[in-house]
Protein backbone atom coordinates (compact mmCIF):
# COMPACT_ATOMS: atom_id res chain seq x y z
CA UNK A 1 0.00 0.00 0.00
CA UNK A 2 1.08 3.59 -0.67
CA UNK A 3 -0.24 6.52 1.27
CA UNK A 4 1.36 9.86 0.69
CA UNK A 5 1.78 12.13 3.38
CA UNK A 6 -0.60 14.55 1.86
CA UNK A 7 -3.36 14.39 -0.81
CA UNK A 8 -5.09 17.69 -1.66
CA UNK A 9 -8.80 16.90 -1.93
CA UNK A 10 -9.99 18.54 -5.15
CA UNK A 11 -12.97 17.27 -6.95
CA UNK A 12 -14.89 17.74 -10.14
CA UNK A 13 -15.95 21.47 -8.83
CA UNK A 14 -12.99 22.54 -8.35
CA UNK A 15 -11.76 21.53 -11.60
CA UNK A 16 -15.09 23.72 -13.15
CA UNK A 17 -14.54 26.76 -10.88
CA UNK A 18 -10.96 26.88 -12.21
CA UNK A 19 -12.49 26.25 -15.85
CA UNK A 20 -14.96 29.06 -15.74
CA UNK A 21 -12.12 31.60 -14.28
CA UNK A 22 -10.18 30.72 -17.22
CA UNK A 23 -13.58 31.07 -19.95
CA UNK A 24 -14.21 34.29 -18.09
CA UNK A 25 -10.70 35.76 -19.31
CA UNK A 26 -10.00 36.80 -15.77
CA UNK A 27 -6.74 35.16 -15.71
CA UNK A 28 -5.09 37.76 -12.44
CA UNK A 29 -6.45 39.60 -9.95
CA UNK A 30 -10.33 40.20 -10.77
CA UNK A 31 -14.10 39.95 -9.49
CA UNK A 32 -13.13 36.43 -8.01
CA UNK A 33 -10.59 37.49 -6.06
CA UNK A 34 -13.01 40.06 -4.41
CA UNK A 35 -15.42 37.54 -3.84
CA UNK A 36 -13.40 35.21 -2.54
CA UNK A 37 -11.99 38.20 -0.09
CA UNK A 38 -15.95 38.55 1.12
CA UNK A 39 -16.70 35.32 1.39
CA UNK A 40 -13.63 34.77 3.51
CA UNK A 41 -14.05 37.90 6.17
CA UNK A 42 -17.79 36.24 6.67
CA UNK A 43 -16.63 32.71 6.87
CA UNK A 44 -13.96 33.78 9.74
CA UNK A 45 -15.93 36.91 11.25
CA UNK A 46 -12.78 39.65 10.31
CA UNK A 47 -14.05 42.94 9.22
CA UNK A 48 -11.00 42.92 6.78
CA UNK A 49 -9.83 40.16 4.15
CA UNK A 50 -7.03 40.81 1.75
CA UNK A 51 -6.13 38.36 -1.05
CA UNK A 52 -2.28 37.86 -1.49
CA UNK A 53 -0.11 34.96 -3.53
CA UNK A 54 1.45 33.14 0.17
CA UNK A 55 1.37 33.84 3.53
CA UNK A 56 4.91 35.08 3.11
CA UNK A 57 3.20 37.86 1.17
CA UNK A 58 0.90 38.26 4.19
CA UNK A 59 3.13 38.38 6.57
CA UNK A 60 5.96 40.59 4.49
CA UNK A 61 2.81 43.33 4.24
CA UNK A 62 1.58 43.31 7.95
CA UNK A 63 4.77 43.86 9.43
CA UNK A 64 5.03 46.94 6.96
CA UNK A 65 1.36 47.57 8.14
CA UNK A 66 2.77 48.04 11.59
CA UNK A 67 5.60 49.99 10.98
CA UNK A 68 8.94 47.71 11.04
CA UNK A 69 11.72 49.48 10.76
CA UNK A 70 15.24 48.95 11.07
CA UNK A 71 16.70 47.54 13.74
CA UNK A 72 13.86 46.42 14.99
CA UNK A 73 13.21 43.35 16.98
CA UNK A 74 9.98 41.02 16.29
CA UNK A 75 9.90 38.03 18.77
CA UNK A 76 8.79 34.49 17.63
CA UNK A 77 9.05 30.80 18.07
CA UNK A 78 12.18 29.10 16.29
CA UNK A 79 9.71 25.93 15.92
CA UNK A 80 8.40 27.48 12.56
CA UNK A 81 8.82 27.26 8.98
CA UNK A 82 11.42 29.73 8.38
CA UNK A 83 9.15 32.25 6.22
CA UNK A 84 7.91 33.47 9.88
CA UNK A 85 11.38 34.90 10.69
CA UNK A 86 12.54 35.88 7.09
CA UNK A 87 10.19 38.58 6.83
CA UNK A 88 11.49 39.93 9.84
CA UNK A 89 15.28 40.09 7.60
CA UNK A 90 13.37 41.93 5.08
CA UNK A 91 13.83 44.84 6.97
CA UNK A 92 16.81 44.19 8.24
CA UNK A 93 15.20 44.18 11.53
CA UNK A 94 16.32 41.03 14.09
CA UNK A 95 14.03 37.83 14.43
CA UNK A 96 14.51 37.56 18.20
CA UNK A 97 13.33 33.22 18.71
CA UNK A 98 11.41 31.70 21.77
CA UNK A 99 11.81 28.48 23.08
CA UNK A 100 8.39 26.42 23.11
CA UNK A 101 5.83 24.31 25.36
CA UNK A 102 6.55 20.51 24.88
CA UNK A 103 3.48 20.10 25.00
CA UNK A 104 1.53 21.65 22.32
CA UNK A 105 4.86 23.05 20.06
CA UNK A 106 3.26 26.56 20.42
CA UNK A 107 5.63 29.16 21.98
CA UNK A 108 5.61 29.30 25.29
CA UNK A 109 4.16 32.05 26.47
CA UNK A 110 6.31 32.14 29.97
CA UNK A 111 9.51 32.78 28.21
CA UNK A 112 8.02 35.73 26.01
CA UNK A 113 8.35 38.76 28.87
CA UNK A 114 12.31 37.97 29.68
CA UNK A 115 12.98 38.21 25.49
CA UNK A 116 10.98 42.00 25.33
CA UNK A 117 13.63 44.84 25.10
CA UNK A 118 12.78 48.56 24.30
CA UNK A 119 13.41 47.76 20.55
CA UNK A 120 10.63 44.89 20.50
CA UNK A 121 7.85 45.54 18.24
CA UNK A 122 5.67 42.70 17.38
CA UNK A 123 5.27 39.50 18.37
CA UNK A 124 4.23 36.69 15.59
CA UNK A 125 2.45 33.73 17.67
CA UNK A 126 2.46 30.41 15.45
CA UNK A 127 -0.34 28.09 15.86
CA UNK A 128 1.25 25.01 15.38
CA UNK A 129 -0.58 21.98 13.20
CA UNK A 130 -3.76 24.45 13.62
CA UNK A 131 -3.85 24.43 17.52
CA UNK A 132 -4.01 28.50 18.91
CA UNK A 133 -1.31 29.95 21.07
CA UNK A 134 -2.08 31.22 24.75
CA UNK A 135 -3.55 34.23 22.83
CA UNK A 136 -4.59 36.12 26.27
CA UNK A 137 -1.20 35.99 27.96
CA UNK A 138 0.10 37.27 24.93
CA UNK A 139 -2.38 39.99 24.71
CA UNK A 140 -2.00 41.05 28.47
CA UNK A 141 2.27 41.49 27.16
CA UNK A 142 1.27 43.30 23.79
CA UNK A 143 -0.91 45.60 26.43
CA UNK A 144 1.61 46.59 29.09
CA UNK A 145 4.81 46.55 26.73
CA UNK A 146 2.63 48.33 23.77
CA UNK A 147 3.54 45.18 20.94
CA UNK A 148 1.91 44.36 17.97
CA UNK A 149 0.41 40.84 17.41
CA UNK A 150 0.76 38.97 13.94
CA UNK A 151 -0.82 35.95 14.28
CA UNK A 152 0.68 33.38 11.77
CA UNK A 153 -2.04 31.13 11.13
CA UNK A 154 -0.79 29.20 8.00
CA UNK A 155 -2.48 25.53 9.56
CA UNK A 156 -5.06 27.43 11.22
CA UNK A 157 -8.26 27.34 9.17
CA UNK A 158 -10.55 26.48 10.44
CA UNK A 159 -9.24 26.70 14.65
CA UNK A 160 -10.77 28.32 17.15
CA UNK A 161 -9.92 29.94 20.25
CA UNK A 162 -12.11 30.48 23.25
CA UNK A 163 -15.37 30.17 20.41
CA UNK A 164 -14.18 33.04 18.31
CA UNK A 165 -12.54 31.66 14.77
CA UNK A 166 -8.26 32.68 14.57
CA UNK A 167 -8.11 35.80 12.11
CA UNK A 168 -10.81 37.23 14.34
CA UNK A 169 -9.45 37.88 17.52
CA UNK A 170 -10.20 41.29 18.49
CA UNK A 171 -7.17 42.42 19.96
CA UNK A 172 -4.99 40.86 17.30
CA UNK A 173 -3.67 43.52 14.67
CA UNK A 174 -3.56 41.07 11.66
CA UNK A 175 -3.44 37.14 11.16
CA UNK A 176 -2.12 35.69 8.06
CA UNK A 177 -3.07 32.46 6.40
CA UNK A 178 -1.24 30.35 3.52
CA UNK A 179 -3.53 28.33 0.84
CA UNK A 180 -0.32 26.21 -0.07
CA UNK A 181 -0.90 22.91 -1.74
CA UNK A 182 -0.35 21.23 1.88
CA UNK A 183 -3.09 23.57 3.85
CA UNK A 184 -6.15 22.97 4.62
CA UNK A 185 -7.60 24.81 2.17
CA UNK A 186 -5.31 24.85 -1.00
CA UNK A 187 -5.16 27.34 -3.91
CA UNK A 188 -2.03 25.82 -4.75
CA UNK A 189 -0.29 28.80 -4.11
CA UNK A 190 -1.78 31.48 -2.04
CA UNK A 191 -2.40 33.50 1.16
CA UNK A 192 -4.95 35.88 2.68
CA UNK A 193 -4.25 38.76 5.34
CA UNK A 194 -7.45 39.20 7.80
CA UNK A 195 -7.84 42.62 10.46
CA UNK A 196 -10.72 44.47 11.65
CA UNK A 197 -8.18 47.45 11.13
CA UNK A 198 -9.21 49.63 7.83
CA UNK A 199 -5.77 51.14 7.80
CA UNK A 200 -4.07 48.10 7.94
CA UNK A 201 -6.48 46.62 5.40
CA UNK A 202 -5.80 49.51 2.85
CA UNK A 203 -2.26 49.32 3.77
CA UNK A 204 -1.66 45.77 3.12
CA UNK A 205 -4.03 46.07 -0.30
CA UNK A 206 -2.10 49.11 -1.78
CA UNK A 207 1.12 47.32 -0.75
CA UNK A 208 0.22 44.19 -2.86
CA UNK A 209 0.27 45.65 -5.96
CA UNK A 210 3.20 47.58 -6.44
CA UNK A 211 1.93 50.35 -4.00
CA UNK A 212 -0.85 51.63 -6.71
CA UNK A 213 -3.43 53.70 -4.78
CA UNK A 214 -6.56 51.49 -6.01
CA UNK A 215 -7.71 48.39 -7.10
CA UNK A 216 -5.45 47.89 -9.77
CA UNK A 217 -7.69 45.46 -11.83
CA UNK A 218 -10.59 47.99 -11.79
CA UNK A 219 -8.70 50.00 -14.75
CA UNK A 220 -9.66 47.09 -17.27
CA UNK A 221 -13.22 46.65 -16.78
CA UNK A 222 -15.54 49.42 -18.54
CA UNK A 223 -16.01 51.59 -15.36
CA UNK A 224 -12.32 51.57 -14.90
CA UNK A 225 -9.86 54.58 -16.25
CA UNK A 226 -6.17 53.78 -17.36
CA UNK A 227 -4.81 56.97 -14.72
CA UNK A 228 -3.19 55.63 -11.09
CA UNK A 229 -0.51 56.95 -9.05
CA UNK A 230 1.98 55.29 -7.12
CA UNK A 231 1.53 55.94 -3.35
CA UNK A 232 3.98 53.47 -1.68
CA UNK A 233 6.58 51.22 -2.60
CA UNK A 234 4.88 48.13 -3.04
CA UNK A 235 5.17 44.57 -4.22
CA UNK A 236 3.65 42.14 -6.31
CA UNK A 237 2.01 39.63 -3.95
CA UNK A 238 -1.38 39.59 -5.43
CA UNK A 239 -3.26 36.82 -5.98
CA UNK A 240 -5.06 35.36 -9.43
CA UNK A 241 -8.66 34.61 -10.15
CA UNK A 242 -7.55 30.99 -10.81
CA UNK A 243 -6.83 30.45 -7.53
CA UNK A 244 -9.79 32.35 -5.89
CA UNK A 245 -11.77 30.17 -8.00
CA UNK A 246 -10.21 27.28 -6.11
CA UNK A 247 -9.98 29.13 -2.55
CA UNK A 248 -14.42 30.03 -3.08
CA UNK A 249 -14.71 26.08 -3.49
CA UNK A 250 -12.58 24.64 -0.61
CA UNK A 251 -13.68 27.59 1.84
CA UNK A 252 -17.45 26.20 1.57
CA UNK A 253 -15.96 22.84 2.99
CA UNK A 254 -14.00 23.66 5.71
CA UNK A 255 -16.09 22.55 8.35
CA UNK A 256 -17.23 19.10 6.50
CA UNK A 257 -12.92 18.77 5.84
CA UNK A 258 -12.34 19.76 9.86
CA UNK A 259 -14.36 17.22 10.71
CA UNK A 260 -12.61 14.36 8.44
CA UNK A 261 -9.39 15.11 9.68
CA UNK A 262 -10.83 15.20 13.47
CA UNK A 263 -11.96 11.74 13.38
CA UNK A 264 -9.00 10.65 11.98
CA UNK A 265 -7.19 12.31 14.75
CA UNK A 266 -9.46 10.41 17.32
CA UNK A 267 -8.87 7.26 15.32
CA UNK A 268 -5.11 7.80 15.92
CA UNK A 269 -5.92 9.09 19.55
CA UNK A 270 -7.29 6.11 20.77
CA UNK A 271 -4.99 3.36 18.56
CA UNK A 272 -1.56 4.47 19.89
CA UNK A 273 -2.93 6.13 23.60
CA UNK A 274 -1.84 2.65 25.21
CA UNK A 275 1.25 2.48 23.61
CA UNK A 276 4.48 3.71 26.09
CA UNK A 277 6.65 4.59 23.23
CA UNK A 278 4.19 7.42 21.73
CA UNK A 279 3.47 10.83 22.43
CA UNK A 280 0.31 11.81 21.43
CA UNK A 281 -0.44 15.50 20.38
CA UNK A 282 -2.13 17.37 23.68
CA UNK A 283 -4.60 19.82 22.84
CA UNK A 284 -5.44 22.50 25.88
CA UNK A 285 -9.08 23.12 26.71
CA UNK A 286 -11.15 26.53 25.27
CA UNK A 287 -9.55 26.25 21.35
CA UNK A 288 -10.29 24.16 18.74
CA UNK A 289 -7.73 23.11 16.48
CA UNK A 290 -7.96 22.74 13.07
CA UNK A 291 -6.28 19.37 12.45
CA UNK A 292 -3.75 20.71 9.81
CA UNK A 293 -1.01 18.08 11.13
CA UNK A 294 -1.09 14.72 13.38
CA UNK A 295 2.57 14.96 15.23
CA UNK A 296 3.87 12.52 17.55
CA UNK A 297 7.12 12.02 19.42
CA UNK A 298 8.83 8.69 19.28
CA UNK A 299 12.39 7.66 20.18
CA UNK A 300 14.73 6.64 17.45
CA UNK A 301 12.54 9.20 14.83
CA UNK A 302 14.85 9.10 11.65
CA UNK A 303 14.87 5.52 11.76
CA UNK A 304 11.24 5.49 12.14
CA UNK A 305 10.64 7.68 9.50
CA UNK A 306 12.93 5.22 7.15
CA UNK A 307 10.70 1.77 8.22
CA UNK A 308 7.36 3.97 7.51
CA UNK A 309 8.41 5.38 4.11
CA UNK A 310 9.76 1.64 3.12
CA UNK A 311 6.44 0.28 3.84
CA UNK A 312 5.04 3.17 1.86
CA UNK A 313 3.83 5.66 4.30
CA UNK A 314 5.19 9.03 3.67
CA UNK A 315 5.35 11.40 7.00
CA UNK A 316 7.47 14.52 7.48
CA UNK A 317 8.82 16.49 10.31
CA UNK A 318 7.67 19.97 11.43
CA UNK A 319 10.18 21.47 11.69
CA UNK A 320 13.66 21.87 11.62
CA UNK A 321 13.78 24.70 13.84
CA UNK A 322 15.18 28.15 12.42
CA UNK A 323 17.94 28.87 15.09
CA UNK A 324 19.32 24.85 13.63
CA UNK A 325 19.44 26.46 9.89
CA UNK A 326 23.34 27.69 9.13
CA UNK A 327 22.32 30.75 7.78
CA UNK A 328 20.44 32.19 11.10
CA UNK A 329 22.94 30.45 12.81
CA UNK A 330 25.68 32.26 11.89
CA UNK A 331 24.13 35.93 11.10
CA UNK A 332 22.34 35.76 14.56
CA UNK A 333 24.28 34.05 16.70
CA UNK A 334 21.30 31.75 17.67
CA UNK A 335 22.34 28.70 20.41
CA UNK A 336 21.42 25.40 20.64
CA UNK A 337 21.71 25.59 24.52
CA UNK A 338 19.22 28.47 24.49
CA UNK A 339 16.34 26.06 22.72
CA UNK A 340 16.19 22.91 24.94
CA UNK A 341 12.74 22.03 24.39
CA UNK A 342 12.82 23.04 20.62
CA UNK A 343 16.03 20.68 20.49
CA UNK A 344 14.10 17.78 22.17
CA UNK A 345 10.78 18.34 19.99
CA UNK A 346 12.39 18.62 16.95
CA UNK A 347 14.70 15.18 17.48
CA UNK A 348 11.49 13.18 18.45
CA UNK A 349 8.81 14.74 16.09
CA UNK A 350 7.42 12.57 13.67
CA UNK A 351 3.89 13.44 11.50
CA UNK A 352 2.30 11.19 10.30
CA UNK A 353 -0.58 11.01 7.11
CA UNK A 354 -3.96 13.21 8.06
CA UNK A 355 -6.28 13.98 5.07
CA UNK A 356 -9.72 14.01 4.42
CA UNK A 357 -9.55 11.70 1.46
CA UNK A 358 -7.85 9.10 3.87
CA UNK A 359 -9.96 6.15 3.76
CA UNK A 360 -10.43 3.87 6.93
CA UNK A 361 -7.80 1.03 5.71
CA UNK A 362 -5.53 3.53 4.83
CA UNK A 363 -5.52 5.10 8.23
CA UNK A 364 -5.17 1.06 10.01
CA UNK A 365 -2.26 0.76 7.94
CA UNK A 366 -0.42 3.48 9.60
CA UNK A 367 -1.65 2.16 12.99
CA UNK A 368 -0.58 -0.95 12.74
CA UNK A 369 2.63 -0.39 11.06
CA UNK A 370 3.96 2.52 13.56
CA UNK A 371 2.96 0.40 16.58
CA UNK A 372 5.07 -2.69 15.11
CA UNK A 373 7.93 -0.50 14.38
CA UNK A 374 8.07 1.31 17.74
CA UNK A 375 7.35 -1.42 20.06
Not at 91 to 105: G, M, R, W, Y
Not at 182 to 201: D, F, I, Q, R, V
Not at 241 to 265: F, H, P, T, W, Y
Not at 311 to 325: A, E, Q, R, T, Y
Request: aromatic share 10%; charged share 25%; net charge negative.
Amino acid sequence: MQIPFHKTHTTDEEIEAVTQAIKSGWLTMGPKCVEFEEKFSDYIGSKFAVGLNSATAALHLALKAIGLQRGDEVILPTNTFVATAEVVTYFDAVPVLCDIEESTHNIDVSKVEALITLKTKAIIPVHFAGQPCDMDELYTLAEAYNLKIIEDAAHAIPSSYKGVKIGALEQTDITCFSFYATKTLSTGEGGMATTNSEAYAKSIKVNRLHGINRDAWDRYTTKGAWFYDIVDNGNKYNTTDINASLGIVQLKKQDELRQKRKKIAQRYNEAFRDSSKIVLPFIKEERETSWHLYVVKVKKRDEVIERLKALGIGCSVHFIPVHKHSYYREKYGYKDENYPVANRVFEESLSLPIYPDMSSEEVEYVIKNLLDIVS
